[in-house]
Structures are given as C-alpha cells and as structure tokens.
C-alpha cells in the first residue's frame, strides 16, 4: 500500500479567473514541487485544457485526472471528474451545448487560453467560461455517470458558489459520494450543522487559480498499486470515490 497525495481542483489559464501563468506544463511542474502525486485539472465549464496537461503531467511523473468545475443553473459550483480522458472530451461536448454565452471581456477577465502540452497557445476561448449553465444541481450525478464520471459539491465551506451558501441547505441528493471542502479546519463544524456531510468521502482541494495556491503533500488515498500503473491507481482511486 501506498500514499497517493492529491489536488482535485486546480485551475489553468482557461478559467478567466486562472492565472495565465497556470499553464498545463507549469501545473505539472508545480505539482512536483509540491510532493503531489496525483492532480485533476478542473476548469470552469470545460475540459479543453486536459489534453495538454495529460501529456505534460506523464512528462513530470504525476498522475493526471480529466474534471470540469461545473456551474449550475443555480449557481453552485460542482466538481466533475473522469477516469478517462475521452470521457471527460465527450462531456465538455455536451456541455458546450449547454452554456449560456456571453462574449468574454478580455479586458476584465483576460484571456482564455487553450494550450498543449508545451504551453503553447492553440486558440482561445470567446465566451465567458465562469457564468452558469443550464444544468441544474439535482440533473448532476446523472449526468456524470452517462459518461462515465463522477461529480461532487466544490467547496462547501465557502460563501461563493458553495451549495450550503446558496441553498441554505446540504441537499441529500443521490449521487454526491463526495462533499469538497477548502479549509479541512471546518469540517467537523459543518459535520455537526449538517451531518449529511458527515456521511461522505470528504476530500480537500485547493481550488488553486494561481500556481503558489496548489496544496502541498497532505492529503492521500492509500492505494495497492501492484502491479503499478497510472492507470490502475486512476481506477483505485474512482472506486474510493464512488
């Protein structure tokens, strides 16, 4: 058995609130330096940037994770991700079906940046990635397993976009396996507010838009990992979360 330090919810130079130095490459590097061994790349409403980060993150030696940070047609934000990246493709496709656009301006949120695995730009992004979607919280988990995925509420312990915060409740929605927290300080306070959470495999992610954000090697899956492969670990680690 094994530890398997992780960041579930790291954003690029896509998200229009991501720095345009978090770039695929600079992630991965990033992620080495901080002891992570296994890192999901989770752009607001798109999974554009994973290719790149795919092959940048086997280059450094990390285990990548395709995701999305979803946002609902409530406003919350949801976490999704995909044991394979192809799963991850095919449902950044169905929700660019479901996106409500609105042309990004450049000079309040900058650029979206679409790159490879050398950080060099591809093409961008015209419309604003961040606002809400026409999917709703409950439609979630459904979604996530019609293409192969699961998803979870991000960062429950905060006011922005946090499902307690916008509605005033933990919902008990079937299909949250997981609840994310941003500060591991305030879990057993929320457990006690509401013990649905407690119910949960609790994970706690950075939601890092700047490089310097990224958490170090504190969190893990324990993981048997022989025969080693990146990919068996991928699955162990989706069994946990599912």
């Not at 650029?111 to 979630?140: F, G, H, P, R, W």
């Not at 700047?210 to 504190?218: I, Q, T």
Request: net charge negative.
């Amino acid at each position: 058995m094994n530890k398997y330090y992780y960041d579930f919810h790291i954003h690029s130079c896509l998200s229009p609130c991501g720095d345009d130095d978090s770039t695929p490459n600079s992630i991965a590097g990033m992620a080495t330096l901080n002891g992570l061994n296994v890192v999901a790349l989770t752009d607001h409403n798109t999974c554009r940037n994973c290719p790149g980060f795919f092959t940048a993150a086997k280059r450094h030696g990390i285990i990548p994770i395709a995701g999305m940070e979803l946002t609902t047609a409530e406003d919350i934000h949801i976490v999704f991700l995909f044991e394979k990246l192809e799963d991850a493709m095919r449902f950044d496709a169905e929700i660019a079906t479901r996106r409500i656009l609105f042309e990004n301006r450049v000079d309040v949120y900058g650029e979206q940046y679409i790159m490879n695995s050398e950080d060099e730009v591809i093409n961008t992004e015209k419309y604003l990635l961040s606002n809400a979607t026409t999917v709703t919280v409950e439609e979630c988990p459904a979604l996530a397993e019609k293409f192969g995925g699961i998803c979870y509420p991000a960062h429950v312990d905060r006011q922005a976009n946090g499902i307690i915060a916008t509605l005033g409740i933990f919902p008990d929605i079937k299909g949250f396996n997981c609840c994310e927290f941003h500060d591991r300080d305030k879990i057993e306070e929320y457990i006690k507010q509401y013990p649905l959470i407690g119910e949960k495999k609790l994970l706690v992610c950075s939601d890092a838009h700047y490089l310097w954000d990224m958490r170090d090697e504190n969190r893990y899956f324990l993981i048997d990992d022989e025969p080693y492969s990146s990919e068996l670990v991928r699955r162990k680690i989706f069994e946990q979360l599912r």
